[in-house]
């Protein structure tokens, strides 16, 4: 495997279901992150690891719960979630976390597949 | 809060045709990135600009980080029917963070 990888692509849940979101690259990187993709809207921002710490919270209802045991391995731990939570699912790496004092190749992201969600 | 518009927020063009597109941004950057997105997949990175008035190729890709370091634009020279999907710009949105633009929909007609 190379790159970010995600698990599963699809994921169809009830309201009431726990699931869990798993992402994991290959790159040597050192910070990781969630996005949310809904149709017609920027990425927005979920979480930002670096070095296994959340650095990021951007105000994401407490239904979604990230988990990230080392720098390789990222989780979206899901539960009662709503209908309008049913979105792509976006994980990305980066060497380091973003550090805009300057450009540097080490602020690019690199993005899984994603996990396509349906809250039903 | 920042705000990265992107425009035209769809295209269709002929095979063989070149195309333009650009993101102008309420504040100034130090870096633009801009991403390709096909249905079913993630964004991939395409180009990184670091410098005002940096002019980066890619294949038959180019972008440029505008002067005034709030815009930017991407190019694509001759179109292939592959070229179809989605065009994304990012830039700094904040602390360790990035902001992407609405995207930029390309469907090329062979």
């Known amino acids: 495997e190379t790159g970010v990888t995600q698990t599963p692509r699809h994921l169809v849940m009830g309201m009431t279901n726990k699931k869990s979101l798993k992402c994991e690259q290959h790159?040597?990187?050192?910070?990781m992150y969630w996005y949310k993709q809904s149709a017609k809207k920027p990425l927005e921002l979920m979480f930002v690891y670096n070095f296994k710490e959340q650095t990021e919270n951007n105000s994401v209802p407490s239904r979604f719960s990230p988990e990230c045991p080392n720098s390789s391995h990222l989780f979206l731990h899901l539960h009662t979630l709503q209908p309008e939570d049913s979105a792509l699912y976006l994980c990305?790496?980066?060497?380091?976390?973003?550090?805009?004092?300057?450009?540097?190749?080490?602020?690019?992201?690199?993005f899984g597949p994603g996990t396509r969600l349906t809250v039903l | 809060g920042q705000q990265l518009n992107q425009s035209p927020q769809s295209m269709f063009i002929q095979e063989g045709e070149d195309v333009s597109m650009n993101c102008t941004s309420s504040?100034?950057?130090?870096?633009w990135l801009w991403y390709k997105q096909e249905p079913g997949e993630g964004p991939v990175l395409l180009i990184a600009l670091y410098k005002a008035g940096e002019l980066t190729s890619n294949g038959r890709l180019t972008a440029q980080f505008g002067i005034t370091r709030k815009d930017s634009f991407l190019n694509i020279s001759a179109s292939i029917p592959s070229d179809v999907g989605i065009y994304f710009c990012a830039g700094p949105g904040g602390t360790y963070k990035y902001i992407f633009g609405t995207g930029t929909r390309l469907k090329v007609l062979a």
């Open positions: 990305a790496s980066s060497q380091d976390r973003m550090n805009w004092v300057a450009g540097h190749k080490n602020n690019e992201q690199f």
């Open positions: 790159l040597g990187h050192n910070a």
């Open positions: 504040s100034i950057f130090n870096t």
